[in-house]
């Protein structure tokens, strides 16, 4: 499949992932405090979709891996807002099924997907492995997003998620700069001030709830 196409998935997947954080960082800011914005999760879902074909189009585990993973925590955060039913019901039916769907058809033929992702000579082992080590932690964060927003019946971003952020997406980077990946390269560097960003938000939002109760 040719680059300009590839890279043009790539690119316009980030550009979802990237507007999620700009708009949720200058939201935040002129909040002063953290918000959980419904377009992010909108931006989030696109943008996951498009970057699992992208991953596919460069035979790249560790980003299919990743995005497998987030999907339904997406999904999750959408329905706790009340968007999720807002979409009609073939689309929610159709994006819910589309993971399994793509999981089924890399699964149909083991030998030949193991072959693929990791057996492939632009992606040695050791590299696959950090990679998704990379993918792991950023992942995480949604996880433990999920989590904490859970036992709160509702749709935050906490600074734990930031903290996390800015771990994972460092091992991306550099993941990204071995491959030679512009796509990652260029999506993960424009968060690092927006995670850096939240996290003094958060802290400033903390300390200033500790000094009312102290006062109170």
Known sequence: MSHPLVYGVGFLAQAFFSGRILVQWLLSERAKRVLSPDIFWVFSLIGSVLL?????????????????????????NLNTKGLWHKLPQIARWLLFVLPIIAVMLMLSDASAFVQQFFHNDKVPIWLLVFGSLGQVIFTLRF?????????????????????????????????????????????????????????VLSLHANAETSSVEKTS
């Open 143 to 199: 996880v433990y997003q999920w989590y904490y927003s859970f036992r709160r019946h509702a749709s935050i971003l906490p600074i734990g998620f930031w903290v996390i952020s800015l771990i994972g997406s460092g091992i991306i980077v550099t993941y990204a700069i071995i491959r030679l990946d512009p796509v990652l390269i260029l999506g993960q560097s424009v968060g690092f001030i927006a995670y850096s960003r939240n996290i």
């Open 52 to 76: 699992f074909f992208y991953g596919w189009m460069r035979d790249d585990f560790s980003i299919i891996f990743g995005q497998l993973i987030t999907y339904y925590i997406y999904i999750w």
